[in-house]
C-alpha cells in the first residue's frame, strides 16, 4: 500500500507492504541507515527517530502508521552543509561513544530530553535515556556529552535572543 | 616551532564524525546488486534426533529460492567447525557441522537454512519448515552434568571433556593451617550483548571463484583461515571484510556456522546471501560467557596471611567447542593467586558439556572468575580472622620490589606495585569516616556496605608460545605516500576501542605529520599482511608495538633518504621537531612529505636505496602484560526491598603507559559497567529442560543508564618492559577488577545478618530474603 511522510524534510512516497516496520522502510526504501536494529523488541533503542516531535523506536512501530507524519532521523539533525548538530558534537567532545552501534538512536532520545529539559539534572538525564541501552560507554560519558551539549545549546539559544 | 607531542594527550576520536552522523558502514548496511536473504531454523529442544525435515512447503513459498539442511551441507563437503588447543587427545571434541545432523545439543542450534528474495519472506519461510524431533534428556546443571546425569555426547561416556591440572602444594598440608575455609562460588552464565548483532553478507564471484565475505567479526584474518577449511575454498580465494563492528566484547572472536552457512549458500546459488541475526538468535546461538563453579579451600593464618589455595573449577562449555571455549577455564586457573604471594596452590579445571549453547570469551575471558574468585576470598579470611579487609590484602600483596615475579602457576608478572594503587585509591576515600558512618547508619536500620578488589589480569595477548594455538602475535604496515600522508594498516580490528585515533597519535610524534595526514586501515584481509585480531586488551599493546617496529624501519629508511638529501652521513641526521636534519644543523631539515617524494619518484636515490617508503613488522611480545589496581565500591542496600544502591565507585587502574586518557577512561567505564551488572543484575537462565528463558532483552537484564552512577577513576603508570610502547592493554580491566568489589560491598552491607558469602547476581529478591530470613 501507498504511503507518503516527510522525512529530514524531505517527502517520500512509496508503495510497500503493510507489515514493513518503519525501522526497515527507512533503512531499506529510503538508504538511511543511521537507525540500527538491536533488539526488535523496543528495549534497546538503538532505532529512535523522531516522529512528529515524539521519540520513537522504529523496530515497533509500522511504516503504515507513519502516514503523514514528520520524521527526522539521525541524517537529518546536521545542516545541510554537513556541520555537526551541537549534540553531534557533544557526543565526539566528551566521547559519548565507542563502536558507535546506539549512538544514532542515543542522541535521538538526547534530542527530545533536551527539548523537553533544556537544563537537565544528572538524575534527568539517567531518567531520560533510560529508553536506549548502550554496552559499551557505562552511560559516563553520555551522561557527561548531554551536559555537554546542554550548556552548548542553551548559550546558542541566549546569543539568539541578544 | 616545536610540535607538540600528542601520545599522552586527550584526542578527540577520529572515529565519530563518521559514528554520530549515522554515516558509517556496519554488515546491515551494506547492499550488494542481487542480494538474497538467509534465515536460520533453529533447535527448539535442548537435545533430540532429528527424525525428519520436511522442506517442501518452504519451497514451495513464493520467493523462497532454497533449502538447505545439514545433511545436504555435509553431503555437499562441509568441513566441521573448528577449536583452537593444546590439549591434544585430552580434549574431546565433538565434531560440529555448520547445520546440526541427526541430532541436536540445545536450543539455539541451526538445523536448517531458507534464501529468499527479502528478510521478511524468509523469516515467513523458516517458519515453514517442519521438523520432527524425538527429545532426549538434557542435562542442563552443571554440577549434575560432571557427576554423571544424561550425556551430552552419547559416544564420550562421560560429560567431562577434559581435565586441566595445576598443581603446586608445597610445604604443609592445608589441613595445619590456623584457618581454613571452604566456599562454592558461582560465576554465572552471561551474554555478551554486543548492541550490533553478528551478521553476514556473503559474495562468490562464479567467475574469480573467489568469495569476499562482510561479517561483523574481531578476527578477520583468522576467520578467513579457518572458514577456507571448512568451506572447501583455498584461503587464498577468501577474503574477509570486517566492516564498521557494532561492539564485540569477544562474542565476535569466533568462527561461526552462519558464516559457513551463508558463504556456501553464495557459493551455491552464485549470489550474495545476507544474513542478519536477530537479537533473539544471539541470546540462543551465539556464545555465552563465564559459567563456572568454583570449590575453593583456603587455608590462612590468623594474621590473615592466606597460605593455601586449592581449587576445583567445573567449567559449563555448552553442547560443543567454539573456537576457545576450552582454553577459557585454563586462565582462570592461570590467574587464580591474583595480585598475592600465596606459598601453595592446587588447581583442577573440569570442561564439562551441558545442553547449552556453548561458552566462549566474553569480556575478561577467564580472568573475572579468577579475579572473583580470590578477591571473594581474601574477604572471607578477613571476615574469618577478624583482620580488616584491606589489612588482609596488604599481608597477602606481591611486593613492590618483587618484580618480575613468577607465580606458582608459572607466569611471570611483567611489572606491578599494587600498594601504591591500593594506597592512591584509599586517598580518595574516607576510609576510618566510613566504618564509622556505616556503624552508625545500622543502628538506624540503614545497610551500608564497602567493597574492595585489588585486582590484577593479564593481557595484551600473546606471545605466541603461550596461546592456545599460537597466534600471539601481530602485524602493521606503514607506508609513507608519495605526498607524505601516512597510511596505515593493522591487522588488528578495533570496534570501539578507537586505535583510528591511538595509532595516529603515535605515527604523529614519531613521523612528525599531523593527524588529518594520517589513515589507519583495518578489518580487510584482501589489502593488509595477515593479521591476527582484537581481543584480550591485545589492540595497542601488540598492534601497536607491531606499529611502532614497522615505524622503526620507515624512520631509519627517512634518516638514510635525508643523509643523501643533504649531503650528509647519515649517522649525523637526527629527527627533530618534526624532521630530519644534521644535528646542529636541523633547520635545514627535510620533512617526511619531502623525503617521501625523493623516495618515490627514485630517480635520484643512490641504487643501494630502494625505492618507496614502506615498512611491514610483525611483533612477537616477550610475555604477557599485567594490568592492575584497586577498585572501591560503596552501596546501600534497602532493607524494605533488597535493592542495591550503588552510591559511589572509585577506581584506580594501572594499565601501563596511557596514549590517550579518554579513550582509557572511557574503556574502564564500559568494563565496569559490565563487571558491575554481572555482580547486581545479569544472568543467563535456562529451565530444567534446558529451554532459554533470558531469550530477549526484554528477559535479560542489562543496565540502562539510571541504574549506574558516575564513577571516580584514577591511574598509577607503571609501563611493562614487554613491548616497545610500554602499554598494558585496558579493555578488560574494568570487568575484571569490578564484580568482586560490588560483591564484597554487598556481603559487608549485610555482616548484620551473619553472611559470608552471596552467589551472583545479588538482584534484590535474593537479598531482601536474606534480610527477611525468608
Redesign the interface.
Known sequence: MKVTMTVNGEQESNDIEPRLLLVHYLRENLGLTGAHLGCETSQCGACTVIVNGDSVKACTMLAVQAEGAEILTIEGLAAKDGTLHPIQTAYWEEHGLQCGYCTPGMIMSTYQLLERNPNPSEAEIREGLQGNLCRCTGYHNIVKSVQYAAEHMSKETAAVAD | MVLPKLVGERI??R????????????V??IKLHGAVYCGIVRSIYAHAKIKSIDTEAARQFPGVIAVVTGADLKSGGAGTMPVAHRFGEGLKVPLRYPLAVDEVHFVGEAVAAVVATD??VARDAVDLIEIEYEPLSAVVDLDAAYAGGSLVHEQFGTNVAFEWVLNNEIGTGIENAEVQISQRFENQRLAP?????RGVVADYDKGKKSLTLYTSTQIPHLLRTFLSGIIGLPEHHVRVVAP??????GMKLNVYTEEAIASLLSMQLGKPVKW?E???ENMAGSIHGRGQVQYADIGATKEGKITHLHVHILQDLGAFHQLLTPIIPTLTGLMVTGSYDIANLQCTVHGVFTNKVPTDAYRGAGRPEATYLIERVCDLVARATGVDVVEVRRRNFIAAAAFPFTTLAGLSYDSGDYPTALDKALSHIDYAGFRAEQKAARARGKYLGIGFSTYVEVCGMGPSAAMPAGFGWESATVRVDPTGNVTVTTGIKP????QETTFAQIIADELGVGVDNIVINHGDTGSSPYGVGTFGSRGTAVGGAAMMLAIGKVQEKARQIAAHMLEADPADIVFEDGKWGVKGATETGKSLAEIAWIAYTGDTIPAEIEPGLEATSFFEPSNFTYPFGTHIAFVEVDADTGDVALLRYVAVDDCGRIINP??V??QV??????GIAQALVEGVEYDEHGQLITG???DYA?????G?P??ELDHTVTPTPVNPLGVKGVGEA?TIGSTPAIVNAVVDALAPFDVAHIDMPLRSEKLWRIMHGK
Not at chain 2, 564498521?244 to 566484547?249: A, D, L, R, T
Not at chain 2, 570496534?495 to 578507537?498: H, K, R
Not at chain 2, 567505564?669 to 559490565?674: C, D, P, V
Open positions: 578527540k576520536r572515529e565519530d564524525p563518521r559514528l554520530v552522523s549515522g554515516t558509517s558502514t556496519y546491515d548496511d528478510r521478511y550483548v554486543p548492541m550490533e548483532t564498521e563492528v557494532g561492539g564485540g566484547f542478519i536477530s537479537r533473539g570496534n570501539g576501542q578507537g579518554m579513550i577512561d572511557g567505564h564500559g568494563g565496569l559497567a559490565q530477549s532483552l526484554m542489562l543496565f540502562t543508564a539510571r549506574l558516575s564513577f574494568g
